[in-house]
């Protein structure tokens, strides 16, 4: 597999991408191409000299850089030597099979459809996410933000791609399916829930019924499904809760000395938890439904997240995930789900 | 001010509804009226003979009881002669100011709606509630879920009624309020935040813009404005996530001896985040928009729950939110913001 890098996109590039990339060398025998200013990203890499086998890592240079800022639509359209662009032309001709991007969620997102394009059948390509449970088995959000106004249908393409990633990538096999709603019962729910129900349910996924937001915290399904807005809200509350929950801690940890003394004698107990809440520990979060593998990082990405998720990414790029949603896309349309679908 | 208490709603009625209102006349002077059966409730307060002036509790017979597993609607349509239907049909003919109840939340709201009315101008009333926040002042949340599909104009209703309460009733001067989205910027999110946005921006609120949900945790805004979907999933993921974190350090704080002493260390500070997280002390939820004062409480509502649901409810009959909210309408619709609103 060829996995092409974006070294100019985050927060903390290049240096943080190209160490992780590097990093990443040690674990897999895979091409890694990292794409960016030549110069920039050469003078970095020469600072690993003899750390790693320089055949693995190639660079391929692109004058342009998108950063946070730009327009994601515009930045696509007029930044044609930028990294992103390059590296998503990569992915559509094939010089490439994973691309990995820490920069510009709304215009990796944007370039992915107008460059790499939807796989056929599929309305709406989402991106998805592992979301962490403490102290359980971390499940996987699809919409994570991608998709604000959803249509049933577009649930159970989310729903179906999320199952074939989670069994796929991640590797658990006959994942189980809940659908976000405010209320267990089939009837519960908005008019958008009520009909994904509808449709979910006759599916071939292994649907599990609606899941409440406070269920969904504790683990109760390997796939959550909801539409973007719902479940950027789901993804940045529980960062947001985490964190705070975390900063009090530490508050609580050194209020005095005889709390000191206590937070010590718990600090190998402490470490765990925070790396069980710890994104860095789960590598990107996929863009599903385009024809071709891409993987978002987070915009503050360090050398270990790019390391976990080249790492964790390549399955998506070497098990055809592509090809699989394409066929059940097909087999959707054949048992008759699609056209039940539309409102 | 007279209070009507469902003494037979909730998993803990009748006796800990009945200890909550004993609890409360230690601290207020006003008039608690139970309303349930009649011989239930008389035994249960003749446990607490000596411990309470008399004259201050009062009991309603009523029949009948609604249930959790009773439908909504026609529960209060069928049950006339229920402690919810009579309480608040006593709202209704002026015989009480203040209406409370831990029992189904569906039909409170639809008995609500029905027996009491919405306030003249409000489309849509909701259901109200504090939102903890860790290491700050709680936030207020309008809808907590009542309305699953909202229009614009629904929403700044609510942040309206929101701001109302949040000021006379918590004691918040001019408080601020954030509309939850996906992005802060103005451009950002669903078709029903883009709208509600120019609306509120239009409105005499305190509004601050759009908030993030990592930022809701955080505390960022006073009154927390979203639809009843997206409120029950902030509400329910964060019930969820606390108690599953909390859990967690348990376990940590119990694992081995050397933690356990940790822990023992670490105790009163502890108790501490509990309690900021525990939703019994900040009384109970107001449904808001309609021509009276009802609260609902958690179905697991203990004595102190009850408690504090009276006191700190109680400024909402007595600051005569009602007619604030009734006055703020007309001003909205004064000032033109209904009309633009239709969408």
New interface residues.
């Given amino acids: 597999m060829r996995i092409l890098l974006d070294g100019m996109g985050g927060d903390n590039a290049p240096f943080e991408i190209i160490k992780g990339a590097v990093e990443a060398t040690h674990e897999i025998k895979d091409e890694i191409i990292i794409i960016g200013i030549e110069d920039e990203i050469n003078n970095e890499l020469n600072k690993f000299k003899g750390k790693y086998n320089e055949n693995q890592i190639k660079v391929v240079h692109a004058s342009e850089v998108i950063t946070n800022r730009d327009a994601p639509v515009k930045a696509i359209r007029t930044k044609k030597d930028s990294s992103m662009v390059k590296g998503l032309t990569m992915i559509k001709s094939g010089e490439g099979d994973l691309f990995i991007s820490a920069g510009n969620s709304g215009a990796l997102m944007a370039g992915s459809l107008f460059i790499i394009g939807r796989i056929q059948g599929i309305d709406r390509p989402a991106i998805a996410t592992v979301y962490p449970?403490?102290?359980g088995k971390p499940s996987f959000l699809v919409d994570a933000?991608a998709n604000?106004?959803c249509k049933p249908t577009n649930l159970l393409e989310f729903a179906t791609m999320g199952s074939i990633y989670m069994e796929r990538v991640i590797g658990r096999s006959n994942p189980t399916v809940g659908l976000?709603n405010?209320g267990e019962e089939e009837t519960k729910?908005?008019?958008l829930?009520k009909a994904s129900y509808e449709l979910l349910e006759k599916s071939r996924i292994n649907f599990i019924g609606n899941v409440?937001?406070?269920?969904?915290?504790?683990g109760v399904c390997d796939v959550i499904v909801c539409d973007?807005?719902?479940g950027?809200?789901?993804?940045?509350?529980?960062?947001?809760?985490?964190?705070?929950?975390l900063?009090?801690?530490k508050?609580?940890?050194t209020?005095g000395p005889?709390?000191k003394?206590?937070?010590?004698?718990?600090l190998p107990?402490?470490k765990?938890?925070k790396s069980?809440l710890d994104y860095k520990e789960y590598g990107g979060a996929p863009i599903l439904g385009v024809k071709g593998a891409v993987i978002k990082m987070h915009g503050s990405s360090d050398a270990k997240c790019v390391r976990n998720s080249i790492i964790k990414g390549l399955p998506y790029a070497n098990q055809n995930i592509v090809q699989i949603i394409q066929d059940a896309v097909e087999e959707l349309e054949e048992i008759g789900i699609s056209e039940q679908s539309g409102i």
Same sequence: chains 1, 2.
């Fill in positions: 449970i403490i102290g933000g604000a106004e976000v405010i729910g908005s008019t829930t409440e937001a406070r269920d969904v915290a504790y973007g807005f719902v950027n809200v789901i993804l940045k509350l529980t960062e947001g809760l985490a964190l705070n929950i900063r009090k801690l508050q609580v940890f209020d005889i709390a003394i206590g937070a010590a004698l718990l107990k402490m765990e938890l069980e």
